[in-house]
């Protein structure tokens, strides 16, 4: 009888154990579930973001114009056309 109450109470200790690891885990491991496409929006935002006010001001003197879209940059054809043929092309196609 001593040994049953003693593997119980050893089971809930584990069980306890186990409990307690699952919500440390929950506080330390968050996971974060993006789509690609969002992922290259917040990407691109952030790199905008490092610029030097500088930079965008002369861009924007320029009559450039900075647009956020969901399409790949590596997969614009006009882009592609301007090349120069350094390196980064093997990146391009």
């Not at 009888?1 to 491991?29: F, L, P, Q, T, W």
């Amino acid at each position: 009888m001593e040994d049953v109450k003693e593997k119980n109470k050893k089971e809930r200790a584990k069980k306890s154990r186990e409990e307690r690891m699952k919500e440390i885990m929950k506080g330390i491991i968050t996971t974060e579930v993006k789509s690609e496409e969002e992922q290259r929006l917040q990407d691109t935002q952030a790199l905008l973001n490092k610029l030097s006010p500088e930079v965008l001001e002369m861009y924007e003197k320029a009559g450039g114009k900075i647009h956020l879209t969901e399409k790949s940059i590596a997969e614009n054809l006009t882009l592609r056309d301007f090349c120069c043929g350094c390196p980064n092309t093997l990146l391009y196609g």
